[in-house]
């Protein structure tokens, strides 16, 4: 009988700033271009600290990213009092996606016991006939804990697989078993054709 594992509270998703493509509002633009290069630099300081990229000013200035850093590295100390009065807009942001697999590991006895099948199981060749029931009962298993939330870098990572490699491995052989579909054309993930009929 199989364990069942324990459910875990995934985390909701998170507001954070945009940082590609930003698009200056207009009174900052306004702002901008009715400065001179310096009151420029210390103005885009302190927008930067709220959250905008040197990007967006750069695109602005006909400058590149590095000349704009530069320019506040420059300038940021300087004393200009009439630009601590112009406006600074939060950036454009969005929601981060939850994560799709829960940071745990697996239980300790579905881990011996999936050592146990694994161990087997990567001894399964061509058309023997030898430990294909463990290779079965083991796919299954890794894709029943797949289903679950836990991610096959977790799992191989537990498994002692090699970290770099693991976890394609794990993949590999869920396709090859037909539990995940791809549309992948390496020789790897060919079918498995010598299967004990169900």
Known sequence: MRRKIKKVEVKSSEVKIKKIHQELPQE??????????????????NLKKAGWTYNSFARLLGVTREAVRCGVDANHAKDFP?????????????????????????????????KELHEKARLVRYNHKHYRDEAEIFTK???????????????????????KSG????????????????????????????????
């Open 28 to 45: 900052v633009i306004e702002a901008l271009t009715s400065l001179s290069r310096k009151e420029q630099y210390r103005y885009i300081y």
């Open 82 to 114: 009439h630009v601590e009065t112009l406006p600074v807009p939060s950036p454009p942001t969005y929601k981060s996606k939850p994560p799709t697999f829960r940071n745990e590991e697996v239980d300790e006895e579905t881990l011996s016991r999936l």
């Open 141 to 163: 298993m890794i894709y029943d804990l797949y289903l679950q939330g836990y991610s096959l870098s977790t799992i191989g990572n537990q498994l002692g697989l090699n970290p």
């Open 167 to 198: 976890s394609r491995a794990l993949y590999f052989r869920l396709v090859r078993y037909g539990y995940l579909e791809t549309k992948g054309t390496s020789h790897a993930l060919r079918k498995v054709i010598h299967r004990k009929a169900e």
